[in-house]
Structures are given as C-alpha cells and as structure tokens.
C-alpha cells in the first residue's frame, strides 16, 4: 500500500501528519486483536479534509482507520488487519450545540466524556452512560459502536442514545442521516426550530443503523447529536444482593416491564468489587464480603413532586422484590449508595478500572436474553474450569437494555502477566463454547467475527452488497467484520 | 400513484405465467377475474386522484407461508412481471403502480405466532392486525403500539414498510423502532433474515452481527412493497396494567366499556400555544402519558358528529368556541400500575397544566363519556371515523422533530387549509385538523394536517394535487422533509436537498433487485410532475426553495 505522507500532509497539514512509532504503537494491539502496521496518522480537522482522505484513499489503495479515542484501546476494532493510516478524529472535539428545552447535544467526534459529562450537568440534563466508561472515550464512539447504557427505559432502540448523524460514506460522499438531512443546513434547520432529534430516515433509508456497528468499515462519522435527560432533583441508589441470579432476574423483569427505575444493572460479586473498590488491591476482600449477585439500581425524581415519584417508586419496588423474595439494601460492603451513585455518573478512574485489580483483562460480551443468562453463566464456569482459571477471576455484568427485552451480557477476565497465556486460551475456547451455546455476538470485535458470521450466511452476502455501494474500493479498515474480500 | 399510472390499464398475463402463480399457491388461491382485480384498485388513504384510482394488478394470489410468497416472486421474475404486496390496505401505497403486477394478497398469513411474555415482544404475520394482538397481549398484562389508521391495520406493515405513528407513541414509541426481527422475501426470491434471527438464535435483537440491515430495509418510511415481502415479524410489546379482557359492550361511539381502575382520561386546555407547548415539555420531562394526542376539539367532534360540526359551525359564536376559545388543548391518558403512581401521576399532571394557567377534565370517570372512549382510544378504533365527513380525506405529514416545530407545522398547515376552504376546495373543518402525537416521552413529536374532501365534488378533485405540491413546499421552507419524499412526482425535486437520498435508494434497489421484479412506484421511481395547475406564487417558492435548499458538491448549503 502506498503511503505518500506529502499527499496527506497537502490535505491535513504537515503538522497535523505523524510517523512517531510511539503514537502508533497503540494501534498495533489491542486486546484479542494483533498484527496492526499502523504506517503514518493523520488528524483532520474538518468533513471536508475527511473528504478529501478518503478520495485519495480510494485513488491511492490506502487503507484507512478512523480512531477517536484515547487508548488503552481493548477491543482491537481500530488495530489495523496490515497497513493503514490512521485517521484520528480526536481533535474534531467541539460540543457544537447543548440544546437544553430539546434534551440534545450536537458533538464530535474528539468529545470525551470527561468533557460532556460537566458540561450537559451545568444544563440541568444527564449524559446517557455506558458503566464507567474510559476517561478518554469518544461519546461519539461509544454510542457509534452500541455500548449498552446503564438505564434501561431510556434505551428505547439499539440506536440510543444516538439520533442524527453526518457521514462519509467510503465512495466520498457526504450524507446525513435523520432530521439532520434537512432539507437545510444546520442552522437553517436550528433557525426553523430543529434539533436533529428524530433519528430514523432521511425518507426511506436509515444508514445510521448501517453505520452503527460497523467498525468504522462503512463510513465516517463527522459528528452526532446525542440524546440527553433531565437531571433528577432526587436520585438514590439501592443495592439488591442475593445468592441467587434466578431471583434478581425474576425482581428485574417485574421492575422494568412497567418502566419503573432508572439505573438497573446486575453485577456477579467480582464486577461489584471491581467497580466499586476505592482501592483496587482490595478487589479480592470484597468479593469474598459481597453477594454472588446484586442487582443495582436508582430511582429518581424530576422537577414536579420529586419526593412523591419517589415514594411510589420505592414502595412498588419493594413489593416487587417481595415477590420475588429479595430485598433492598442502602449499601454493599466497600460502597455506600452515594459512592454508588457517583460511579454511575462519572468514566472511570484512571488507570481504567478493569485493568487496575490484576493489570489486564479481557472482556466477552454479546447480547441474549434475561432468562438465558443462567445458561450461559454455566457455559463459561465449565470453560474456566476446563482451563483451570481461577473463577473468581471472571466478573460477569449484565446490562438491560431495550427497556428490559434484550441484556447485554459481559464477562470479564482478569490476570496479571503470569496468567496471560492461560486467559488467552480461555477467551478463545470460551468464546467459541458461548457462541455454540447461543451467544449472539452482534458487536463482533476481532476473532468474534468469524463466529458470529459463520451463523449467518445471509446476512454477510448482504452485508457484502452494503460495502460494495457504500466503500466500493474497501478503503475503510480493510478486512474486518466479514468483509475479508474488498470487493465484492 | 404516480402521473404516468393515473390512466387506467387492463394489461393481462400469460397463460404460462398463471399456470405458474397457480403452482405457486394452489388454483383456488390465484384469480385474473377483473371483478377480482378492480377490488384492489382503490385504496382510501393519500389517494389525490380517487376518479382514476390505482392501477390494476393483472393477477392476485394468496399466499399461505413464506415458501409460496417465495415461489410467487420467482414465477414474477421467471415472467418478466412484478409484484407489491398487501396486507391490510389502507393507503394507495398498497396499490400497484405498474402495467403488470401480481398483487400479493397475505390475508392467509394472520396469525400470531409466539408472544414471550418475559421479553415483551410477539411474533406476526403480515395479516394479523393490531386489535387482534392487543386482545392476545391484554392477556398477558401486555399492550401493542396501534397506529393511528386504526386497529383494522397490519403492525408488520407499518413496521416493516409503512410508517408508524400512533397516540400511543409517547409509551410505546414507533413502527420501526419497535422492530426487533423480520424475515424478508428479497425481490430475487431469496430470504433474509434481520437481527439474530438470520443466526438461528431467536426473534429478540434487531441488529447486526456489525451493521444493521433495518438501516437498508426502510427508513422513517417503509420502502412501501419497493424492496420485497416482509412475511413474518417481531415487534415489541409493553406494559398493559389493565385487565386481561375489556369488558364492552357495542362498538365505536356505541361502546360501553369498564374503565381500568387506574387509567385517567384528562382533557386539557391552555390560555395560548406557549402555554401548551411548555406544558407538553414538562410533561416529557415529567415521564407522563400512556397516550397522548393534540387533537382539536373541533376535530373530535367532525370525527365523532361531523353533521353537528357542519351545523354549529355556520354559528359564529359555536365557530370561534370551538375553533378558538378551546384551541389550544390536548388529550392525556395516564396508566398507573399502581394507585400510588396514578395518583402521583394525576398530581403531577395537575400541577403542570394549573402551573401553565390551563385547565384540565377529567372524563374517564363521566359515565356519558369515559366508557365510550376508552377502547376508542386505546383501540385506536375513533380515528377511522375522519372518513364519514366527506368519505375521503388525506393528510400533509412534515418531519416529525422537536414539538415546538410540530406546532409550527400546525399552524402553517392551519393557514393552507382555510385558503381551501375558503375558495371550496376541502371540506370545512374549521381548518385546524392536526393529529399529533409524541414519541418516547417526547424525545420527538408529530404532527400531521388531516384534510377531509368529497370525491363527487370535482372542485375538490381539483384541490388535490396543486395542495399536495403546496403543503411540500411549504414543508422545504420550514427545512422540514415532506410527506412527498415518499411520492415519484416530488423526488426528484426533493432529493437533492436532503442528500441525494433518492440515489442510494435506487442503489439499495439495484442490488436487491437486479431484475427490477418489485414494484418501486413508492420506493426509488421518479416521474415528471405537471405543474401548470400549480398556483404561480407556489411555483415561484419552489423554485426559490429549489435554488436555496439543493446540496451542492460541498454538501448541504451554508
């Protein structure tokens, strides 16, 4: 692939190019994904120098990566499959437009959620949160790539919280995807009382559900709005440990189908630990103090009788998890429910806190449904004993999501560098043994790929049309999700 | 309906091409009886040249599963002949727009198929319509999004391929967001599979593995039978509090019906559109409503009396109540699951609506009214009735967005209308007629400017098409994506300012359907309009708008 920095550098400006192998090296590896050859970066500043890139990407074969968060990278969605240039966006970092009246934030790619998070709270309105993201994630990233939010009845979609987006297809054509299409610009549209809230369209077409997903192999995206929430007046955390997942998941689907609660997550006593520890070499005490399983949650009240909502909601709650035979408490051991609440609202501490315990992890996440959770709960306990991995090393995190039809199910391997070896095989087998068992990896990051689309032959020779019309030359992160031939 | 198809054709098929549709589906299931044939050629609903209807398929059949509806589309395309599927009509959008096409009649294919309880969604076919689901899902203390052209209608069709707003949106969102599967006959015959489903692992997640094809399926609107058949599908349910039965007694405004102990039926009014408008606000923010509608009083009763409003309204004094004294109102009905939420529900409410100086009635308990409106409401059954006023009417849709620009579109559409009326082209309904509704607790709202006419009345007639280029145009300069995205006359138009959407279309149709076997007159198909009926000045601003609104190589204008 050629890789003519003076080309790039008449887009970008020279200074705005880099060959610094230190940069790159963090494109070189990450999680399960290796054998990146990141050869030169490059960081626009505008649609139009994106533009531009992906014209002479098509004219020059090269392939392009677009990377807008700040590393340590995990999941390897932005490690090159050979030679690339990588296309960092993180200096697109402008918070465009905070609509308060609309609920809705226009952003770029660059914009962290260090950044938002204080910025929309000064708005009296709240970011939709993954569980502690990195302190350098892209909002616009996350989002982009689905990361289960924390609050079930706010994800109405798979899209939420994203709405409107802009595009760079990988043929160089700009587009826009929802009320953002127009017809007008932006501040037409803004002048006219728009705010890029309705995600779906324009008319017929609805490429931001293509977009999502796609490990930057389809198109770039230029900027996002991003739906936001009121800020409650009140806001408690509750914590429902129990020796039992059949019982939490039982409380969670009386509380969720009738929209009650804000925060809903159910972590195994290893994630809680984790998440929850102000110390992390205390990972291990806690776990032993803590429940195998407990259910988090937060109810909430707006501006109108904010003490009534929340007294209903409690005392419907509390019923529910009578029925269920659980019970609510105020905190866990390590974790009052303020300390609680404060994770819940903030991206993680540095270093990022699933590497702080045991100085690496992996993660195995993909989406099923509640009450198959168990199944696969079981699955990967016979895979860690099978390899002989510690159990208590493997937290497990369960997101509702949809407002409680799908969960987002997330095992996390923890190890130091004595046990890398032993936690590679086990993600390995463990991933393949969960995907027999009926995982449905619909984020497939890496070795994934190939399991989930192995399922689904109909679906690639589809997906394979939709590359060849939206990237016919395959200059976008060549050779990943199924589109290992550029061309189809 | 296009300009090129307004003309009647009577096209008919081989023998060889019958025979095949007849080994298809069974000879009993296949008819070319032009008494058969001519049933499907209208359709009520957006239909702005009813004289001349639809086209006429040159045969029909009825499928009984997803095998024959694949084996009818191969014999389409072994023919040379195309295809544009039907499942609970409504809209001239089922109709054909071609010389030769097979209409694909799925009124074999109603049945429910799974409902799981715990994951809140139910599997359908394409005939099985919102009453019946909602009665299924009742059962289970589950409800089913209804749109608002009524109970009578598909909910596969609207989430797969029409568009789907309904009063109950603010609960329970829209057609296509509450896709969670769909089995897809491609216009080659094949079948794909969306979401989880194509990996052999259930109906419960719509996307991926990596992009999602929901996003080349459909958009806000469906692609209309432009890209194939949706033959079964899975759609969310939600929350239903309320008993397992509704007990009632008669039907529509006859209906006698046992309110749910913890549903109220508010009616409210506020002194000015700011008012209510602040109030919608709070009320998102607040969390409220099971259904929620901003429908004109005057509305209510052309709907429901529409000889009474005909009447009262040559009253100046009942006119202005109606149409101005009680203008800015909507209607909220609010579900608790238990008496505390109601209650705090009802406060809430309360609190906003005296906070805005408005005034709210509660009417669920009134013996004369709440139990004839509950199933109407929550069945969606009332809406069908707009048609009793002239026996037609049709509608000018804009953007669904933030509220504030929906009330615009309210208000424009408001001012379009009375210039018709005034000059007898549509019926007077006192010209503010919108129904609109809000999504997901008012993240977006929708706003529709419903417009009644007699199709005997050939000044009417005439009305039909010069409003339907004037509400467009009228929806560009309020940077608001027309109703006529959808239209063949207006595409080509309107396409280019919003991102030559209609290019990836017919490119998106090029690679599912490389033998042109679907009927695209909805979906990605252009054709000239005339617009020399068009007043002058409306064709001054499109031109205006045209030159203004066009993206240019750099993109959208500046």
Known sequence: MAMDKDKLSAIVGSENVSEDPDLLATWRQAGPVSGGEPQLLVRPRSTAEVRELVKLARAEGINLVFSSSAPPRVRGDSVPAGEAVIVDMSGMDELVRLDRRNKVALIEPGVTFERLIPEVDKA?????????????????????????????????????????????????????????????????????????????????????????????????????????????????????????????????????????????????????????????????????????????????????????????QEKDLAAHAQAAGVMAASEVPGCSAKRMERILASPSPEPYYKAAPKGAFMDIFFLTTLDRVPHFVSVMEAEAGKHGYPPERVGTYIQPIQQGRNVHLEFTLYYDSADAAKAGELFTSASQALSEAGAFFSRPYGPWADLAYARCPDTVAALRKVKDMLDPDGVLNRGKLCFTREVV | MTSETMTQSFETISDEAYRDLEAAVGAEYVSREPGVLDGYTWQPTINDDPAKWVKRPVAVVLPSCTEEVQEVVRACNRHGLKFKAFSTGWGVYSGCTYDNVVQVDLRRMNRILEIDEKNMYAVIEPYNCGAQLQAEAMKLGLNAHIIGAGPACSPLASATSGWGVGWDGVYMSYGHRNLLGAEWVLPDGEVLRVGSLDSGLGWFS??????????????????????????????????????????????????????????????????????????????????????????????????????????VSRTRAFRDVLSKTLKWGCTIILVGNSEDEIVFQEAVLKEIVSGQGGLSMETMQAAAIGPMMVMNFLRVSAIPMVFRAGGLFSTALARNEAWDTQMDWAEKGEKIKQRWIDRGGILDDLADNPFMALYEQNTWGHCEEIFQYNARDPKHLASLEPLFVEFSVAAMEMCMEPLSVTDARLREVISPMMGHYNEWQKKISLFLDARRAADTGMYCDEVDIDLSKIDPEIRETLDRMVAKLTWSEEGPPS
């Open chain 2, 206 to 311: 719509p996307d991926g593995p990596g992009p999602s094809l929901r996003g080349i399926m459909r958009g806000s609107a469906g692609a209309l039978g432009g890209l194939g058949i949706f033959t079964k599908c899975s759609l969310k349910l939600y929350n239903w509090p309320g008993p397992p039965h509704m007990k009632t007694e008669g039907v529509m405004l006859d209906a006698q019906t046992e309110p749910p102990e913890h549903m109220r039926f508010h009616l409210c009014f506020f002194p000015d559109r700011a008012s209510l408008d602040e109030a919608v606000y709070k009320m998102g923010e607040s969390e409220l409503a099971y259904i929620f509608t901003r429908t004109a009083v005057g509305a209510y009763v052309n709907t429901f009396a529409p000889h009474l409003l005909q009447n």
């Open chain 1, 124 to 312: 009296g309105l709240k970011v939709l949160m993954p569980l502690l993201p990195k302190r350098g994630k892209s909002v616009l990233a996350s989002a982009l790539e689905r990361e289960p939010i924390t609050i079930p009845k706010y994800h109405w979609d798979m899209t939420d919280p994203m709405l409107c987006t802009e595009l760079v297809f990988g043929t160089g054509d700009l587009f826009r995807t929802g009320s953002a299409a127009g017809p007008g610009s932006l501040e037409q549209q803004w002048a006219a009382g728009g705010a890029q809230k309705n995600p779906m369209g324009p008319a017929q077409t609805d490429f931001v559900r293509v977009v999502q997903g796609s490990q930057g192999t389809l198109a770039a995206v230029m900027w996002c709005t991003l739906k936001l929430e009121v800020k409650p007046s009140i806001h408690r955390i509750y914590f429902v440990p129990d020796a039992r997942l059949s019982r939490l998941s039982d409380f969670t689907y009386r509380a969720l189908r009738p929209k009650l609660g804000d925060e809903w997550l159910i972590l195994s006593a290893r994630q809680l630990a984790t998440v929850t520890a102000e110390d992390p070499s205390r990972v291990d005490e806690l776990a032993a103090q803590m429940a195998p399983w407990t259910v988090v949650y937060g109810v909430s009240g707006y501006e109108y009788l904010p003490e009534m909502r929340v007294a209903y």
